[in-house]
């Protein structure tokens, strides 16, 4: 069996590149905010009442919620 060595380079990015690609993964932690904050809405309007007692919310707050759009707080 022969090992073999992957020897990686840096990537020589100009400042223009570079800002771009932090702009990009700026967008996807974003996106992926936002897609956890539909998800957790959606959770949330599927508890049963006895759940949301549990955790001081009544069924008309929890819809509320719900209804929100996933981009608004």
Known sequence: ?????????????????????????????IIKHWHARARQRRQLAQLPAEMLKDIGVSRADALNEASKPFWRS
Do not use: V
């Open 1 to 29: 069996m022969t090992a073999q060595a992957t020897q990686f380079r840096p990537i020589n990015l100009t400042p223009g590149e570079r800002s771009r690609r932090i702009n990009l993964n700026a967008l996807m932690l």
